[in-house]
C-alpha cells in the first residue's frame, strides 16, 4: 500500500474527504509531522494496541568500501525504529 491507497483508505473508513485524510497522513509521518518531531525530541509515540516508534543509538563501527574494498569508519549515528505492539501481531497471525 502507498501513501495514496493509504489516504484513500483513511478517508473510506472515517468519512472524511481525501484531502482531509491526507492533511491527516501528512501531519503524522512526513519529516516534519507528529510523530518525527517526537522523535527528533527524543521521545517516542506509544499507539496501545498497534505499536511503539523510538530511536536507537547506533555506534560508531568498521565498515568496507564495497566498490574499493577499503576499511571505512562508519559514524555512530541515531535510527528510528518501530516495534509492533501485541494487538498488531495478532491481527496480522490471526490472518494467515
Do not use: H, W, Y
Not at 27 to 48: D, H, M, S, W, Y
Not at 49 to 54: A, D, L, R, W
Request: with cysteine.
Amino acid at each position: 500500500m502507498n501513501k495514496s491507497e493509504l489516504v484513500d483508505a483513511l478517508a473510506s473508513k472515517t468519512k472524511m474527504s481525501k484531502a482531509d485524510s491526507g492533511r491527516c497522513i501528512d501531519a503524522l509521518f512526513t519529516p516534519v509531522g507528529v510523530i518525527a518531531g517526537e522523535l527528533k525530541r527524543g521521545g517516542n509515540v506509544q499507539i496501545t494496541g498497534f505499536g511503539n516508534f523510538e530511536t536507537r543509538k547506533r555506534g560508531a563501527r568498521k565498515g568496507r568500501n564495497p566498490r574499493t574494498g577499503k576499511e571505512i569508519t562508519i559514524k555512530a549515528s541515531t535510527a528510528a525504529v518501530f516495534r509492533a505492539g501485541k494487538g498488531l501481531k495478532d491481527a496480522v497471525n490471526r490472518r494467515k
